[in-house]
C-alpha cells in the first residue's frame, strides 16, 4: 500500500522544482549563467535581471516553502524564541552600518584574495572592542551577511555588498530610513496605539493619531517631519531610500512592459500624480513614446526633478508640475488629460481621503480618461486544503504586510485588497477594468479603471 505524501514532503518537492526554475531562467536570461557563490563579495548578475514570470512564481514558491517547512517541523517553542527574537539582527546591522565595517573591508580585500581583514584590523579603525565585533560579526554571519573565511578573518559576501555606501544595489540609505524613522515608533508605541481605548488611540483612523506622531512629534506629520530636519537630510535620505527600495525589487522600463500600453492609444498626455522626481515617470515614457508625460508633487519635490532631468540630460517627454493632489487639478488639465498614474500615493492615507483624491481626479478628467493605480494588493494567509501552502504564499508575501504595517505606523493608513480599491473606485466615479500584475518581486499590480458615466460629483 503507497503511504500518503507528507505535507513536508510535498514542500520539499516545491522547493526542488522552485530551485530547478531559478537556476533554468537565470541560464536562459544568461547563457551558460550559474548561481553566483553566495559567499562572493560580489553584486550577483542574477539580482540584475529582469524578473520573468517563471522567476517570480519560483522565488515565490521557493520562499512560501521553505518557511512553512521550518513552522511544520520546528517545536513551537523554538519556532516562537526564533521568530521574537528577529529583533537583535537590527541590532546587529545598526552596528556595522554605524561602523562601516563593510566598506573597511571592501578597501583592504575587495574580493577576498587575501584571506579577509583580520577583526582586530577592523575593529581598530571603527574604535571597537574587537571580541565584541566578533560578536556582531558572527551572528549575521549565521545568516551569510559577512563571512569568516578562517578564525578570526572576515570578508564581505553577497549579502554584506549591500551595507557598503558605494556598491550599485546599497541599501544603505534605506535602512538608514528604517533605523531612523520607522523602527522606533512601529517597537514602542504601535502596539502601546493598537491597545489603547481612547478616542484617539486604536479605533481612529486619523493620520493625526498615527504611531509616527504620538512618538516623535503630534501634529507633525511624516513629510513635514522630514523636511523639518537639519538641513532637510531625513528627506533627502528618504528620498535616496525609495530609489533603493525600488531597486531591489527590479527597476526600470521592463517592470511595466506587463501592462498593455497600447490600448491607452498612441498620443495623448499622462499625469503623473505624486511622482516624485519623475524615475517612474521615465519608465512609462518608454512605453508611451509620443505621450506627453507630466510630473506633478509638492514644490521642492519638482525642483528636484527638474534638477534631476538636467543632470540625466534625458529627451523624455517628461515635464514637472507643482500641485496638491487635495486640491483641483490645475485648470488647464481639466478635460485635457488622456490617463492619470498614481504610483504608491493611495497607500500612504486613509480610506476617507484615498476617495477624496480620486474624486477629484474623476472631476477634471475625460469620459474616456484612464486611471492606473500602481500599487501592491493584500490577500488573505487562509489555510487551504489541497495545497501545503498557505493561499497567499504566507512569508513570499512578508514584505508586502512588512510594509502594511509601515503605513499603518506611519500614516495610520494602509495596503489595500482589490476588493477594497474596487470600492474606493465606486465611490469616486471610476470603474475597474483590469488588474495586471508588473514584472517585480513584490505583489505590485497596475489597476486600469474608466470613469463611470453615471457618477454624479454630489455623490
Request: proline residues 5%.
Amino acid at each position: 500500500m503507497k503511504m500518503p505524501v507528507s505535507a513536508a514532503q510535498q514542500l520539499v518537492g516545491l522547493i526542488a522544482q522552485a530551485v530547478k526554475d531559478i537556476e533554468t531562467d537565470v541560464g536562459t536570461q544568461i547563457p551558460g549563467g550559474t548561481i553566483t557563490d553566495v559567499n562572493s563579495p560580489t553584486v550577483a548578475a542574477e539580482d540584475q535581471l529582469e524578473a520573468t514570470a517563471t522567476r517570480r512564481a519560483a522565488l515565490r514558491n521557493l520562499q512560501a516553502a521553505t518557511h512553512q517547512l521550518l513552522a511544520t517541523l520546528m517545536p513551537a517553542g523554538l519556532y516562537g524564541l526564533v521568530t521574537y527574537a528577529t529583533f537583535y539582527y537590527k541590532a546587529a546591522i545598526d552596528t556595522v552600518l554605524g561602523a562601516g565595517i563593510a566598506d573597511l573591508i571592501h578597501s583592504m580585500d575587495p574580493d577576498s584574495s587575501k584571506g579577509g581583514v583580520p577583526v582586530h584590523v577592523l575593529a581598530e579603525k571603527a574604535s571597537m572592542d574587537p571580541r565584541k565585533l566578533t560578536h556582531i560579526l558572527r551572528f549575521l554571519a549565521l545568516r551569510n551577511i559577512f563571512c569568516e573565511l578562517s578564525p578570526g578573518h572576515w570578508a564581505n559576501t553577497r549579502h554584506s555588498v549591500v551595507l557598503r555606501t558605494d556598491a550599485p544595489n546599497t541599501l544603505v540609505n534605506a535602512l538608514g530610513h528604517m533605523q531612523d524613522e520607522a523602527a522606533p515608533p512601529v517597537l514602542f508605541q504601535l502596539p502601546k496605539l493598537l491597545l489603547d481605548k481612547q478616542p484617539d488611540g486604536a479605533f481612529s483612523w486619523d493620520p493625526q493619531q498615527s504611531a509616527f506622531q504620538k512618538y516623535f512629534q503630534p501634529g507633525c506629520d511624516f513629510f513635514q517631519f522630514l523636511a523639518n530636519s537639519e538641513g532637510g537630510h531625513r528627506a533627502e535620505r528618504f528620498g535616496k531610500a525609495m530609489l533603493e527600495m525600488t531597486h531591489a525589487t527590479a527597476t526600470g522600463p521592463h517592470v511595466y512592459k506587463t501592462f498593455d500600453w497600447k490600448k491607452l492609444g498612441p498620443k495623448g498626455t499622462l499625469v503623473d500624480v505624486g511622482g516624485g522626481q519623475g524615475v517612474v515617470a521615465y519608465d512609462i515614457s518608454t512605453h508611451l513614446p509620443e505621450w506627453k508625460v507630466v510630473v506633478q508633487d509638492r514644490a521642492e519635490v519638482v525642483q528636484q526633478g527638474k534638477e534631476r532631468y538636467q543632470r540625466m540630460a534625458s529627451t523624455a517627454n517628461v515635464e514637472f508640475e507643482e500641485t496638491d493632489f487635495f486640491k483641483d487639478q490645475p485648470a488647464h488639465r481639466a478635460g485635457a488629460v488622456d490617463a492619470y498614474f498614481l504610483r504608491h500615493v493611495l497607500h500612504d492615507w486613509s480610506s476617507k481621503l484615498c476617495v477624496e483624491i480620486l474624486r477629484r481626479l474623476r472631476s477634471a478628467a475625460k469620459p474616456t480618461t484612464s486611471l492606473l493605480i500602481c500599487e501592491t494588493m493584500l490577500s488573505a494567509a487562509v489555510v487551504e486544503r489541497d495545497s501545503p501552502m498557505l493561499s497567499n504564499g504566507g512569508m513570499a508575501s512578508f514584505e508586502l504586510h512588512r510594509r502594511n504595517l509601515t503605513m499603518l505606523t506611519l500614516f495610520n493608513a494602509e495596503e489595500r485588497t482589490q476588493k477594497e480599491f474596487e470600492e474606493f473606485f465606486r465611490q469616486s466615479g471610476w470603474l475597474l477594468q483590469s488588474a495586471t500584475p508588473l514584472a517585480t518581486l513584490s505583489d505590485h499590480f497596475i489597476l486600469h479603471a474608466l470613469p463611470d458615466p453615471s457618477w454624479m460629483p454630489h455623490h
